[in-house]
């Protein structure tokens, strides 16, 4: 597999930066040109052909040049971009813009307003999650003689809740017995949230690696908490913003991402695993897993309550968007309604 090196790397950082700034593929001679690097269109041209054969950039059908693709912008995104930190004077300016005297309705509505208005694309406020749900005690007992099996989890201090699930075969009562006491015994006094995105991404992928009581355990509790219901909304301004970008401006993809904001479900999920992160986290494109959502990148960071997260707030726009600016604006903004919200009586 062929390496990034420097010289590569500054020649993608310039190509990413021209694209973000004017939209348009960025040809060989425009990058020889600009990068600073004193190297020929041809030496150029041969570091692209690199940088395509890795999947870093790609060629439009109708222009010569190139454009970053998913996985270029995540390697500028995680490596080659600087952050620049909001001046003294741009925070005030929005802690001054963020409605803190209303109800909390008021507050988040204005959060999401004010993350549009400054960057031009659509801002989204998760509504706070009232009460962080504790797993305390889960038990596994088998329904009849099917594949059914009744669920007992025991969440908080003293709350019960119960749910049916189908398995794909069936199994002993010793095995569920062995199931439930694994479960509990990693999981007991975290979060629903955490457990949930534990199970689904790192225990998961080691499935093959593991006994068979373990396998078990990960099957069911991946039935148990990926579909768990919420009962948590968000406030979303300014999808409108949207259409005034020509990448997102085709019809048919306007109204899948419309469907999305309006049904909210695959929304919801996405913001709610960024609940479990402690700072801001970038979906670029394909990386959000939803077709709706393909031709965008979500900036997100979350918000605390007497120091726990309660939900996160962010930025929904194209792949093409000032991760730069809009990186700091988003963490700083989820700062300021944290501040607000716990100044509250």
Not at 66 to 87: C, M, N, S
Not at 233 to 251: H, I, K, P, R, W
Not at 291 to 318: F, N, Q, R, W
């Amino acid at each position: 597999m062929l390496e990034i090196n420097e010289r590569a790397q500054r020649l993608l950082k310039k190509l990413v930066e021209a694209y973000i700034r004017d939209g348009q593929p960025v040809g060989s001679r425009a990058l020889a040109r600009d990068s600073g690097l004193n190297l020929s269109s041809a030496t150029v041209r041969n570091i692209m052909i690199d940088l395509e054969e890795l999947g870093m950039v790609m060629s439009p059908h109708t222009s010569a040049g190139r454009i970053p693709t998913t996985k270029g912008y995540r390697l500028f995104v995680d490596a080659l971009l600087k952050i620049r930190p909001l001046q003294d004077q741009e925070v005030i300016l929005l802690k001054n813009q963020l409605n803190i005297n209303g109800k909390m309705e008021d507050l988040l509505e204005s959060a999401s307003a004010l993350l549009s208005d400054i960057t031009r694309m659509a801002g989204v406020v998760m509504v706070p999650r009232r009460d962080i749900s504790v797993l305390r005690q889960i038990e596994f007992l088998p329904l009849s003689d099917d594949n059914r099996v009744l669920v007992i989890a025991v969440v908080n201090e003293r709350e019960v809740q119960n749910r049916i699930i189908t398995t794909a075969r069936r199994y002993s009562p010793a095995e569920l017995q062995q199931a439930g006491n694994y479960l509990t015994a990693m999981f007991a006094g975290k979060d629903l949230c955490a457990i949930r995105n534990t199970v689904l991404s790192e225990m998961s992928a080691a499935k093959d690696e593991i006994n068979s009581v373990m396998q078990s355990a990960i099957t069911m509790a991946g039935q148990v908490f990926s579909d768990a219901p919420t009962e948590t909304s968000y406030v979303l301004a300014g999808q409108t913003n949207l259409m005034d970008f020509t990448e997102l401006s085709d019809l048919a993809k306007l109204r899948q991402l419309f469907d999305a904001f309006n049904k909210k479900n695959d929304i919801l999920y996405l913001l709610d695993q960024c609940l479990c992160a402690e700072s801001a986290q970038v979906f670029i494109g394909a990386e959000s897993d939803y077709e709706a959502l393909e031709e965008c990148s979500v900036v997100t960071a979350p918000y605390m309550i007497d120091g726990k997260l309660v939900g996160v707030l962010g930025v929904i726009g194209p792949t093409r968007m000032a991760y730069d600016r809009v990186i700091p604006i988003v963490d700083v903004t989820a700062k300021l309604l944290s501040a607000a919200l716990n100044q509250r009586p």
